[in-house]
């Protein structure tokens, strides 16, 4: 007596829907980074201050000429920084670069938080000029934006810096590439987006 026998149906070749599927994700993935915006964040300097201190450091010493002085601007840049993406932004730390009208460069990190208090008691008058400040570690939501005050230090007089032939204000983001934007001179405000680095300024209204 023959064994019974049971109709197998036909294996459905599953290499063309596997292909078909990668087709279609690498099209989204396309499609995705064609039309979505790059950018990660738009800058804006809205209001800059500065603050010459010139100190005279006396000795007790009964040499002649024994005293000396020392010359700091304060540069306190009003910030604003508007996430463009669709992930929050952290904020990491703000350096700053001064190239002197000679063609050095001289680069300073902001002023940290706990430090403001001595420096607003020494210099009273700088207080006067500050505003909240705008704080490392910061996060952006999403499509919102931040501002605060960057107060930056540099070992010059205010006639150098008048002279400068250029400062730029250096923003690290966690997780994101950094972004520069000029500082202007007081009075005026400097914009930037992060595909076109800003090196012009206009009057503020």
């Excluded at 002085?69 to 350096?95: G, H, I, M, S």
């Excluded at 690290?172 to 300024?201: C, E, M, R, W």
């Amino acid at each position: 007596m023959p064994e019974p026998t049971f109709a197998q149906p036909d294996r459905r070749n599953l290499l063309a829907p596997v292909l078909i599927a990668f087709v279609v994700l690498g099209i989204v993935i396309a499609l995705l980074l064609r039309y979505t915006p790059h950018k990660t964040a738009d800058l804006a300097i809205t209001h800059t201050a500065v603050y010459p201190a010139h100190t005279v450091f006396t000795s007790d010493s009964i040499l002649v000429n024994r005293d000396r002085d020392q010359d700091d601007l304060y540069v306190l840049a009003t910030l604003r920084v508007e996430d463009r993406l669709n992930l929050p932004l952290f904020l990491k730390d703000f350096t700053a670069t001064l190239t002197t009208a000679d063609g050095e460069q001289l680069t300073t990190n902001a002023v940290e938080k706990t430090d403001l208090s001595n420096l607003y008691s020494t210099f009273p008058a700088l207080k006067k000029l500050a505003s909240d400040p705008l704080l490392r570690e910061t996060l952006i939501n999403p499509h919102q934006s931040a501002e605060g005050m960057v107060l930056l230090h540099f070992p010059v007089t205010q006639a150098a810096w008048d002279a400068r032939r250029s400062a730029t204000l250096n923003i690290d983001f966690y997780h994101q590439g950094p972004l520069t934007i000029t500082i202007p001179n007081a009075g005026k405000h400097s914009v930037a987006t992060s595909d076109q680095p800003s090196d012009n300024s206009s009057d503020t209204q």
